[in-house]
């Protein structure tokens, strides 16, 4: 499906110069549930570049069972990716693959073997699961923590089974783990439970990084709106991120 993303009624505001890298995205065509072919990738990307983005990492899921992903296949079909991109032009650089890696079942392995692809070269980018707390996943986080890697946690403001009254957020950043909201939280995109959390989060100084997490052509079209919403401008007129760094 490709939309009519630009229109004069919605033209795309490049407020996201500021962070210069989106550093979170499904756009590798075919192996998660992001973007299902290379001409919706190239589409998105482009709208990227219109919204103010300068670079991009893309960051295909490993989940256990759903996408087994392999870290020298993401690799290959990423290389291969960049040619045909780069052929189109489509005005934003590709800055590196990595993974958004599922703190599952399967982690624990994963944790013994590493050969993570991570963001920036530097860091692992792990998420929970959206809907059921796992038993001990925040041992997973520290032990990660213990081994030397630096752990960014995605959209930490979407699971609705951390709450901003517990103090699970706290104990988190007192270990160390930097957390990325996701900028569509902001705006409400995912219900007021997350853009709750997501605005308490940034406003803390805890979230580290901002990324869209775009799957499609339904995210860059949010992405848009996102662009004209207050909270968002004001965010990013009031918070400096390390998306730059990257
Ligand atoms: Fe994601």
């Keep these: 499906m490709l939309l009519n993303l630009f229109n004069k009624k919605n033209k795309p505001n ?17 192996v998660d549930d992001g973007s299902k072919a290379l001409d919706e990738s190239i589409n998105c990307l482009r709208a990227l570049a219109q919204l103010g983005f300068s670079r991009t990492i893309i960051t295909p899921h490993f989940q256990y069972p759903r996408f087994q992903n392999k870290e020298y296949d993401i690799e290959r079909r990423y290389s291969e990716f960049c040619t045909q991109v780069k052929q189109a032009g489509v005005g934003i650089e590709l800055a590196g693959i990595a993974g958004e890696y599922r703190i599952d079942t399967g982690f624990q392995a994963r944790l013994d073997n590493p050969q993570f692809l991570k963001v920036g070269g530097r860091y692992v980018l792990v998420e929970l699961s959206l809907h059921h707390q796992l ?9 990660m923590q213990m081994k030397g890697y630096d752990v960014i946690l995605a959209h930490p403001e979407r699971y609705p089974y951390i709450t901003l009254s517990s103090d699970r957020y706290e104990r988190m950043k007192d270990a160390g783990i930097l957390f ?7 705006s409400g995109f995912y219900g007021p439970d997350a853009r709750q959390k997501a605005i308490t989060l940034v406003d803390r100084g805890w979230s580290e990084f901002l990324g869209t997490d775009t799957h499609n052509e339904i995210y860059i ?5 996102a662009s004209h919403n207050r909270t968002v401008q004001r965010v990013l007129q009031r918070h400096q991120f390390l998306n730059n760094q990257l």
């Design 180 to 186: 990325q909201c996701n900028i569509l939280s902001l």
């Design 221 to 225: 079209k949010a992405m848009i709106e």
């Design 14 to 30: 490049p407020i996201f110069d500021v962070l210069g890298v989106d550093m979170h995205s499904h756009l590798l065509p075919g």
């Design 135 to 143: 038993m001990g996943v925040d041992e997973m986080l520290f032990d």
